[in-house]
Every structure is written in structure tokens, then in C-alpha cells.
């Protein structure tokens, strides 16, 4: 239902940029996690499908941006100024109810999400 592309390998300082494509329009908000090596999950950021209202967590906020097209049904993370501490495999996550709390509030928790993508690494280095 979630399909990620755009990860890889790039080193200190560089740019990814990271889509999600769904395969049907049935969702609010979309959003992106990572995982780490013996690491949670952690939400890194998200967009609400109506109103284009985003939250990011405080680890890659100014750093990433993350954009939708409504139209073709996909989500981009634009990431910029990565170092090593951004190496993880990145999620894609859907919400398929309407969104009825605070983006910070659902945001960051892995609970929200109905649906995820396989996932697709990211490898920073120097």
C-alpha cells in the first residue's frame, strides 16, 4: 500500500530526498519514521493530507522538509545537512481516520499509523 524509494548512500553534509507513494487516496496524514540499529522507531515527521499542516521532531527540524502531492497520491522528506546520526532504514506511515488530535500529539507515536512501507535505507558517512 506504501511504497518508499530514494534512500541510499551519501556522505556528511549531503542531501536525499526520500517518496512515498500510496496506492489509493484512503488516508489523512502521512508520515515518515526511522529505525536505527538497536534503536526504536521514532517519528520524524508528518503532513496532514487537508490542510498541508506539518510537525517534525526536534532532531531534523531545519534540516528536513517533507511535502505532499495530493494528486499523485505521494509524500517526499526532503533531507539536508545529514550526518551519521540520520543512518537508519526510513518508514513511510498512513493514518486511514481523520485526523482528531494535535499533529504533535499523533505525530511522533507508532500507534496512529494504519499502514507502512517496507522501509528503505538511508546510509550517512564520512
Known amino acids: 500500500r506504501l511504497v518508499e524509494s530514494g534512500g541510499g548512500a551519501v556522505q556528511t553534509g549531503g542531501s536525499l530526498r526520500l517518496s512515498c507513494q500510496a496506492s489509493?487516496?484512503?488516508?489523512?496524514?502521512l508520515a515518515w519514521f526511522r529505525q536505527a540499529p538497536g534503536k526504536e522507531r521514532e517519528g520524524i515527521s508528518c503532513i496532514n493530507k487537508r490542510d498541508a499542516k506539518t510537525w517534525y521532531a526536534s532532531a531534523v527540524n531545519g534540516r528536513f522538509t517533507i511535502s505532499q502531492d495530493v494528486a499523485k497520491k505521494t509524500v517526499y522528506l526532503q533531507m539536508n545537512g545529514l550526518n551519521d546520526e540520520d543512518t537508519a532504514v526510513y518508514y513511510c506511515a498512513a493514518v486511514s481516520i481523520p485526523i482528531v488530535a494535535t499533529l504533535q500529539a499523533m505525530c511522533p507515536l507508532v500507534a496512529t499509523y494504519d499502514f507502512w512501507g517496507q522501509g528503505t535505507q538511508v546510509t550517512v558517512s564520512s
Open positions: 489509493d487516496s484512503d488516508y489523512y496524514m
